[in-house]
């Protein structure tokens, strides 16, 4: 089992930069394929980004190819997700979430384990 606990969320302005990290407990946390969600309101949760055990594999929704890049840092135990050129729209509640086994739609139901979340609001 891995609890998560997400950090870095804020209120930034549009075009600015913002850094969220993905701490997990436990010491199997390397076995894990690890992604972000985020829910705005009133909206359904949406996948992010994943990334596979090793890091060497990634993977980004079409809204955000290109201004976000999903790390990890296994000896850490750690998940990084870098935000960049923020839009109003990327507001929401963003979550951490890992995998036993290698994801293939990034659907909620194939993570088994989630964070609290972390809120990030981008101002026009």
């Known amino acids: 089992q891995v609890q998560l606990v997400e950090s870095g969320g804020g209120l930034v302005q549009a075009g600015g930069t913002l850094r969220l990290a993905c701490e997990a407990s436990g010491r199997t946390f390397s076995s894990y394929a690890m992604g972000w969600f985020r829910q705005a309101p009133g909206k359904e949760r949406e996948f992010v980004s994943g990334?596979?055990?090793?890091?060497?594999?990634?993977f980004y929704a079409d809204s955000v190819k290109g201004r976000f890049t999903i790390s990890r840092d296994n000896a850490k135990n750690i998940m990084y997700l870098q935000m960049s050129r923020l839009k109003p729209e990327d507001t929401a509640v963003y979550y951490c979430?890992?995998?036993?086994?290698?994801?293939?739609?990034?659907?909620?139901?194939?993570?088994?384990?989630w964070g609290q979340g972390t809120q990030v609001t981008v101002s026009s």
């Open positions: 979430a890992a995998a036993h086994h290698t994801p293939e739609h990034f659907r909620e139901y194939e993570y088994d384990y």
């Open positions: 990334i596979n055990w090793s890091g060497g594999t990634t």
